[in-house]
Nanobody, 125 residues
Framework: QVTLVESGGDSGQAGGSLRLSCAGQ????????MAWFRQAPGKEREQVAG???????TYADSVRARFTISHDAAQKTLYLQMNDLKPEDTATYFC???????????????????WGQGTQVTVSS
């Protein structure tokens, strides 16, 4: 049994920063890939960033150079540092993990087995 719990979502101004956390509980070891996705109202869930079990990251073009994904295996926690936030970053952010999928630059939500419940990020201009 694997549980992912996100935290850190908040409301803020454009240009600000937030750090999201995703704490893994249960049999969280040996995940081949962990990732952050986001979903805005009326839009499809989209990739934000992913990281494989070797620490290699991938980012959506819209967040590259502003967001940083990291994973602390000892703490069983995935992070997303978000800087220079923009109103278009407003969404519910979800963390996801999977043991079997092949890591690549473009990640698809359907390939992830485990999901958190989401945390809301709202950025005002």
């Amino acid at each position: 049994q694997v549980t992912l719990v996100e935290s850190g979502g908040d409301s803020g101004q454009a240009g600000g920063s937030l750090r999201l956390s995703c704490a893994g509980q249960g049999s969280i070891h040996n995940m081949r890939c962990m990732a952050w996705f986001r979903q805005a109202p009326g839009k499809e869930r989209e990739q934000v960033a992913g990281i494989n079990n070797r620490g290699n990251p991938t980012y959506a073009d819209s967040v590259r150079a502003r967001f940083t994904i990291s994973h602390d295996a000892a703490q069983k926690t995935l992070y997303l540092q978000m800087n220079d936030l923009k109103p278009e970053d407003t969404a519910t952010y979800f963390c996801a993990a999977d043991r079997a999928m092949l890591f690549r630059t473009s990640l698809v939500p359907a390939e992830f087995q485990y999901w958190g419940q989401g945390t809301q990020v709202t950025v005002s201009s």
